[in-house]
């Protein structure tokens, strides 16, 4: 906008280096001039402050970078043709019009606005062409890729959900997340998600949920409606509080076909909460479940298996040298049985080679005895009357020996001294006494003649002594 | 039979705790794989079980930890809950 350049005359007295002083009436006069006969222009923004008084409108027009204060006469907005009760607080218009200044008076103050002389609900075509340009301008600065490069988990404990209290799109998420088998934490921070108030209260309840150490993801969600209805998600300051916060947010805003700006920035877009309820948790439960016993599973049959095969390895292994052993003991037992097969047939040879030598050596000393047996026949019967001979000799001095020895034995028999007339003292029992000591010593004897025997006793005298001849 | 000797793609037994659900799930499958390749040896296979034993007991806790029952609560309850903790606890 060039600067004005209002010429007032001459003026009355030399300044240090600007022009006047001019009568601030005039001047006020021609800057309202000057501000009308700047170019007209149409702005589009978001209504705030409607007021009235009998013969204007009075509004602001804002969005997140500025505002414009605007005027509006009563007559021209009924030629807008506007429903009744449309220009009101939070919806986007278009206005046409120019710069305008109420230059006041003696009591009245003055005034700068936007003098709208048209007016319109913004359309999807300048909403979109809005988008477009802080689409592009964000995506310049690299906000679109900060919540792309955050860590997603796949199986969050807590997740923070930023909606409306009571809406459809809550019942959707609890759906969704009741599909995937999860039993969580939920933490909601209910925000309004339509109005000129909902972007700031939507980006303070994604602030405080992203202060909670132990949120892991938060989903923003709403149901469909018009660009106008999601306009609070496109909001400039939203998105830039969302591509710079700590947690990845997911956003389900609107239906398919309905692309705002929050999508753009966030880490995932969805169509639907029950696809944003999917994407928080990455992880189906319950299918998790069953894979990790399976996985239990395969881990025990892979160590059983290992171990089964080496057992079996092992035990082939023991039973190796059992079946070395086996082996050389029926080699051992076959050579046995051939040694003694060999043998036997050996010893039967040789049997056989002795029964023939014993058979050469028997015939032999069966022809030496029977010579010997010749020879001795006829040694014999030259030798027989030689000891016949010598047999009668024998016997005949043998006879006159026994004679002699007879006569001898006589002499000597105590039988024959009797005879002569001796007794011999005996005991009753027939024993010979042989002394008077023994005779003293036995009381009672017997003396025996040759033709009967006589019982005695001795006669003790002890003046005599022991012993003595006495008779009864 | 034939036992394996270790091959040389010997996969190395890891101490510690996983970082993530997503992580140890990947290391199982890498375990599993391994077992199932018949190639690793009796050492190796008993480490491997017992770190793939620890990796299902941690899978098995962050399921249990998200299988007790949804639990709902609203961010300002929990923002003074944990003011009148603070309170308290001062």
């Given amino acids: ?472 | 039979m034939k036992i394996p000797s270790p091959g040389p793609e010997e996969i190395t037994v890891t101490d510690g705790s996983p970082a993530s659900y997503e992580s140890a799930v990947e290391r199982l499958e890498e375990i599993i794989d391994r077992l199932d390749s018949g190639q690793a040896g009796l050492r190796e296979t008993l480490d491997l079980c017992k770190e793939g034993k620890g990796l299902v007991d941690y899978c098995a806790g962050e399921l249990d930890a998200v299988g007790e029952g949804l639990k709902e609560l609203r961010l300002d309850d929990l923002a003074a809950k944990l003011d009148s903790s603070a309170g308290a606890g001062g």
């Fill in chain 1, 1 to 472: 906008m060039d600067q004005p350049q209002i010429s007032f005359g001459t003026p009355a007295r030399p300044g240090p280096d600007l022009p006047g002083p001019f009568a601030v009436g005039r001047y006020a006069n021609k800057l309202q001039g000057w501000m009308r006969e700047r170019p007209r222009v149409l702005l589009i923004g978001e209504v705030t402050g409607v007021r009235r008084s009998k013969a204007q409108a009075y509004f602001e027009l804002r969005d997140g970078e500025g505002a414009v204060p605007c005027a509006m006469w009563l007559n021209d907005l009924e030629r807008a043709g506007l429903p009744d009760g449309a220009l009101r607080d939070g919806v986007e218009v278009v206005i046409a019009g120019g710069l305008d200044y109420y230059p006041g008076g003696g009591a009245a103050s003055p005034g700068f606005n936007f003098r709208a002389t048209h007016v319109r609900l913004a359309g999807e075509g300048d909403l979109m062409a809005r988008l477009e340009a802080l689409r592009t301008q964000l995506r310049a600065e690299g906000l679109f890729e900060l919540q792309k490069q955050l860590a997603r988990p796949v199986l969050p404990k807590t997740i923070g959900v930023v909606t409306a209290e009571g809406g459809a799109a809550r019942r959707d998420l609890l759906a969704g997340l009741g599909r995937r088998g999860w039993g969580g934490t939920l933490v909601w921070a209910f925000a309004p998600v339509q109005d000129r108030h909902a972007a700031p209260k939507i980006a303070r309840a994604l602030q405080d949920l992203a202060a909670r150490p132990e949120i892991e993801a938060i989903v923003v969600t709403r149901g469909g409606g018009s660009l106008a209805d999601l306009w609070a998600f496109c909001d400039e300051t939203l998105c830039r509080t969302v591509a710079m916060l700590r947690v990845p947010v997911i956003s389900a805003v609107g239906h398919e076909r309905d692309s705002t700006l929050i999508d753009d920035v966030a880490a995932i877009c969805c169509s639907t909460p029950t696809h944003a309820a999917e994407a928080a948790v990455p992880l189906d439960c319950g299918a998790a479940r069953a894979e990790v016993r399976r996985m239990a599973g395969a881990l025990r049959r892979g160590a059983d298996g290992a171990i089964a095969a080496r057992a079996r390895h092992l035990g082939a292994l023991a039973r190796g040298p059992a079946r070395a052993l086996q082996r050389q003991r029926t080699i051992l037992n076959q050579k046995t049985r051939e040694i003694r097969a060999a043998s036997e047939r050996g010893i039967a040879e040789r049997s056989a080679s002795q029964r023939r030598i014993a058979g050469l050596v028997l015939e032999r000393a069966r022809r030496r005895a029977l010579g010997q047996v010749e020879r001795a026949t006829e040694e014999g019967r030259r030798s027989g009357a030689t000891l016949d001979t010598a047999a009668e000799r024998a016997v005949s001095q043998r006879r006159e020996a026994l004679r002699n020895a007879a006569v001898a034995l006589r002499a000597h028999d105590p039988e024959r001294t009797l005879e002569r007339g001796y007794a011999l003292a005996e005991t009753p029992d027939g024993e010979p006494l042989t002394g008077a000591a023994a005779v003293a010593a036995a009381e009672r004897f017997s003396l025996r003649f040759a033709d009967g025997r006589v019982d005695a006793r001795t006669d003790e005298d002890p003046e005599s002594g022991t012993g003595g001849d006495h008779r009864d």
